[in-house]
């Protein structure tokens, strides 16, 4: 579906976008219309954020051709993961954000990742994502999203870095990369900033997933350790579903001992 289909399902009306693809919306980096959310078609950021923590996984899905990836967020869900973050390094993104978003509705949390920019963050909530991840702290993308309404998990490492983009207004801190500093240092951060919602990502794998999560993740950001490059490769779909259930046992049985 294209990004203008989805005003036309809109409850609301703009008439200078019929037959208009993505590229009108921008003039010299200036969108020509407000972005505009049918409420048929989006989710409120407390339902988004609400299943995010409960399923606990956030499914990063990076490829060198987006084609297959439909059919990766679909074996992801068959195993229980719902949050499904498609990243701006797949070649056209916002065109596989869409197809995603029309194929799985809101059986899923779709979102967008590697969102270094307030254009990106634009292309990628028309094209249906619900939240949106950077690996750095961009104030800008910040305001944007919750202008908006959006949720946004900018990337941090220093605890200076967390209570910016907590300050700011970020609804969840992405700490990365965590493989550089594992569950040790997530529960230092956790120690002196509870308040702050931390997601882990990089390092996150089956072996220390429990543990991320004993140290005070809410969720956990998994990428290549869930969706295996190989298994996408191959069309190894049953592969990543076993990988996904998997992790949501795990989450299940780790907070089960609190």
Known sequence: ????????????SVACVE???????FGNGAPLIPLIYSKELSMTKDTTLSRMTNSGVVAVLRAPNGDILGDVAEALLAGGVEAIEITFTVPGAHRVLEQVADRLGDRILLGAGTVLDTETARVALLAGAEFVVSPVVNLDVIRLCRRYDKAVMPGALTPTEVLTAWEAGADIVKVFPSDLT??????ALHGPLPQVQLMPTG?????TAADFLRAGACALGIGGSLVESKAVAAGDMQRIESLARQYVDIIKKTRAER
């Open 182 to 187: 594992g569950p040790k240092y997530l529960k």
């Open 1 to 12: 579906m294209r990004l203008v289909d989805r005003f036309r399902r809109s409850s609301y």
């Open 203 to 207: 390092g996150v794998n089956l072996d």
């Open 19 to 25: 037959s208009t693809p993505i590229g009108a919306f």
